[in-house]
């Protein structure tokens, strides 16, 4: 039987379509194994930063390094600005924009009896102006019509390409689990008319449409069993959606707060809507509200006049508030962005130093929040079989769980939590 494996950077949206994948893969007869023994190798990429771009490099050059066999497919954000970029690194055998990742499976192979070996770039002229679209979108730059280049030189068969114009095509992939997600999830239904009846909320007039109303609309006219909401900005965390959120058992207890920095100056720089202490105030009400809850934050560092004051503030609020995860980020110049163009520029070494205090500050916290579920039950979702006799689980509350014995998928059970181990929290078994 063929094996894969997927490898997710960035935000929920790519987490999603990875889940996706994966459920694919599975449906067409493959078995998830590690990136190390795996026949192929899905890694699903970001570019919000250059060090999201430099991370998932790296990681193309350590799966190759270690699994120098398998069929290294390249997808995501990355995959679809610079496709040519990660052709030309060793050991990719098809790069898959986000234009056709919902047909990546089939890309890659349905039939488990793969044909893999060693990959290399087509010839840069075969990646020429004629298939190249330069739009105004300056570095983004996606190929006109879709590419595939099984053609052989004298390195062996060339890197295949599947990218073309993101907004020539509306296939989705879809997942099991429902998210709420958006850009400014939390001004939903604030640009409606405010007059007539909305077809969007059922029986909600359009004077009243905020994100709470979409929720209700949602837990009223569906039998969704769980709902998880992604990122709302802390002005837009209202004392009606913490209480709703907390409440609702069909709401997974989970907050995802935007931060980016504890320094006022700082956040008045990113023309940031709230205040250090608005944001402290939000968070201690969610804790108190929901005890359990998992409760996130992105975080950046060395953006333009960063002081090592201004990151001691961002350093100290971490540490006094009751985060469980935290996504930090290294800021990265932007071209055609107005902080691309601010005096005082943070030097990259200091930005990646702080990046670090901040990351081991961040897993201490998640390890303190992870240990004290141990003797407890948790509810959680059953995934997949890992690791032979064990199926591996998400709590509602956003932790990986390892469960004894072998369990269907996409069921809602109650375990109890027996330990800690490699980052994820283990059970013996159901409770």
């Known amino acids: 039987m063929g094996t894969f494996y997927v490898e997710n950077f960035g935000c929920r949206a790519t987490q999603a379509d990875g889940a996706a994948i994966e459920r694919q893969f599975r449906e067409c007869g493959?078995?998830?194994?590690?990136?190390?023994?795996?026949?192929?190798?899905?890694?699903?990429?970001?570019?919000?930063?250059?060090?999201?771009?430099?991370?998932?490099?790296?990681?193309?050059?350590?799966?190759?390094?270690?699994?120098?066999?398998?069929?290294?497919?390249?997808?995501?954000?990355?995959?679809?600005?610079?496709?040519?970029?990660?052709?030309?690194?060793?050991?990719?055998?098809?790069?898959?924009?986000?234009?056709?990742?919902?047909?990546?499976?089939?890309?890659?192979?349905?039939?488990?009896?793969?044909?893999?070996?060693?990959?290399?770039?087509?010839?840069?002229?075969?990646?020429?102006?004629?298939?190249?679209?330069t739009s105004s979108a300056g570095n983004f730059v996606p190929l006109s019509r879709l590419m595939s280049l099984p053609t052989t030189n004298d390195q062996g068969p060339t890197t295949e390409v599947f990218v073309s114009d993101i907004f020539a095509h509306t296939e989705l992939l879809a997942a099991p689990e429902v998210v709420i997600s958006g850009i400014n999830l939390g001004r939903w239904g604030r640009d409606l008319p405010v007059v007539g009846r909305s077809s969007l909320v059922i029986g909600q007039p359009h004077s009243d449409q905020r994100l709470e109303s979409l929720v209700h609309a949602i837990l009223d006219n569906t039998t969704l069993e769980k709902l998880r909401i992604s990122s709302v900005e802390p002005m837009d965390w209202s004392d009606e959606l913490i209480h709703l959120v907390a409440t609702s058992p069909r709401i997974a207890k989970h907050a995802h707060v935007p931060m980016q920095s504890g320094s006022d100056r700082i956040l008045r720089a990113m023309h940031r809507k709230y205040r250090p202490w608005h944001y402290e105030d939000k968070i201690r009400k969610i804790r108190q509200a929901m005890p359990t809850a998992a409760i996130g934050a992105d975080v950046m560092v060395g953006f333009p006049c960063e002081t090592d004051a201004d990151f001691d503030e961002t350093r100290r609020m971490i540490e006094s508030l009751p985060f469980t995860y935290l996504h930090i980020f290294t800021y990265s110049a932007r071209p055609g962005t107005p902080a691309a163009d601010l005096p005082d520029q943070v030097p990259v070494q200091i930005a990646r130093r702080r990046n670090r205090i901040l990351r081991d500050l961040a897993a201490a916290k998640k390890l303190e929040f992870m240990r004290s579920f141990v003797g407890k039950s948790i509810e959680a979702i059953t995934l997949n079989a890992f690791d032979g006799e064990l199926t591996e689980a998400l709590t509602e509350n956003y932790l990986k769980l390892r469960i004894a014995g072998r369990h269907l998928p996409n069921q809602w059970i109650n375990a109890r939590i027996s330990e800690v181990r490699t980052g994820a929290l283990l059970s013996s078994g159901l409770s």
Request: include cysteine; charge should be neutral; charged fraction near 20%.
């Open 30 to 133: 493959f078995y998830r194994a590690d990136s190390a023994e795996a026949q192929v190798v899905v890694l699903n990429t970001c570019t919000v930063t250059a060090s999201a771009d430099q991370d998932a490099r790296a990681a193309i050059r350590r799966i190759h390094r270690e699994n120098p066999t398998c069929q290294i497919v390249v997808t995501g954000c990355y995959a679809q600005r610079a496709p040519e970029e990660i052709a030309a690194l060793p050991g990719v055998s098809t790069v898959v924009g986000n234009s056709h990742k919902h047909e990546l499976v089939d890309i890659a192979g349905k039939a488990p009896s793969l044909v893999v070996g060693r990959w290399s770039l087509a010839k840069t002229s075969e990646l020429s102006s004629e298939n190249l679209a």
